[in-house]
């Protein structure tokens, strides 16, 4: 599975972006994907995750409320839309997959990842 990230961009404060992954292969949707994000001198944090069916999704307790988890399975991609997006939110964010694992599982269980897309929100 090849993953690709896009939609990262420079956004004010209570802004908002939509993520995208789009990702190869024909088993798409045995896949968990989940997103992740490193901000400079951090260590990578969990983000969101939706399992492959689509029905149960996990979300960091940061993003609750702000953050919505989306997948079609019929285009081999997952979204994320980030509404009320703050400073803190400013990371390059990940996109991975990881055959049939809970939407709970640590990013170890992830077997493949993406490139990363920008996110940058400024005051």
């Known amino acids: 599975v090849q993953l690709q990230a896009s939609g990262g961009g420079l956004v004010q404060a209570g802004g908002s972006l939509r993520l995208s992954c789009a990702a190869s292969?024909?088993?798409?949707?045995?896949?968990?994907l989940g997103w992740f994000r490193q901000a400079p001198g951090k260590e990578r944090e969990f983000v969101a995750a939706?399992?492959?069916?689509?029905?149960?999704?996990a979300y960091a307790d940061s993003v609750k409320g702000r953050f919505t988890m989306s997948r079609d399975n019929a285009k081999n991609t997952v979204y994320l839309q980030m509404n009320s997006l703050k400073l803190e939110d400013t990371a390059v964010y990940y996109c991975?997959?990881?055959?049939?694992?809970?939407?709970?599982?640590?990013?170890?269980?992830?077997?493949?990842w993406g490139q990363g897309t920008q996110v940058t929100v400024s005051s």
């Open positions: 991975a997959a990881g055959r049939y694992i809970a939407s709970s599982a640590p990013a170890s269980s992830y077997t493949y």
């Open positions: 939706i399992i492959w069916s689509g029905s149960s999704t």
């Open positions: 292969g024909r088993t798409f949707s045995s896949y968990t």
